[in-house]
């Protein structure tokens, strides 16, 4: 009993995902790209319930060539913010801001984490979200830790389902650092 009750906290915990299947023409993409003026970096955005500390949802941002974001089986939708399959196209730092701010709220908080990285590992990661085709709800940490895994500099990340996990062998990474935002509306 106490194992199906913990399961079922479990799945509660990760409904915060859902399925994105529809993906756009590759040229439409291309079109809607926003350069990079930053630094080279892999940032982790992980929703935590602020009463329970349960992961709700994991994205990844990836600041590469252009700025994208992964956000595997989530549901954030914005002004002049294409999706495709999983990955926002038009990710600017206002459309970050508006993203943090629409899961940050009295019963949930945002933990964003960045790390620095090459151009190479940049340029890897954002191929790897743009290939990696729908994630299943309840799979946002699952398929984030799958990719982040397979590149040079993450291969201590080990699959898991739960964002809180993911977020802890994230910050556990050289160079990262870390970024907390609170809202109470």
């Known amino acids: ?44 955005y992980t929703v935590v319930n602020r009463r329970t500390g349960a992961g709700a949802h994991t994205a990844l941002g990836v600041n590469a060539s252009e700025r994208v974001l992964f956000d595997p089986a989530g549901g954030f939708k914005a002004e002049n913010v294409i999706r495709s399959g ?9 459309v970050e801001k508006a993203f943090s701010s629409a899961h940050a709220r009295s019963t949930f908080l945002v933990n964003k984490v960045s790390i620095p990285v090459s151009a190479e590992v940049a340029q890897m990661a954002l191929q790897k979200v743009k290939t990696n085709g729908p994630v299943g709800s309840a799979h946002c940490a699952q398929s984030t830790s799958s990719i982040l895994q397979t590149l040079p500099g993450f291969q201590s990340i080990k699959p898991t389902y739960y964002p809180v996990q993911l977020e802890k062998q ?12 609170v809202e109470n509306d």
């Open 1 to 44: 009993m106490k194992r199906l009750f913990l399961a079922l906290v479990a799945v509660a915990a990760l409904a915060g995902c859902i399925r994105n299947p529809e993906f756009q023409p590759p040229a439409e993409m291309a079109a809607l790209a926003v350069p990079n003026r930053g630094p080279n970096e892999l940032v982790l």
């Open 170 to 181: 994230f910050k556990a990474v050289a160079g990262a650092r870390s970024t907390q935002i």
């Open 86 to 94: 999983d990955v926002l196209y038009g990710f600017t730092p206002p």
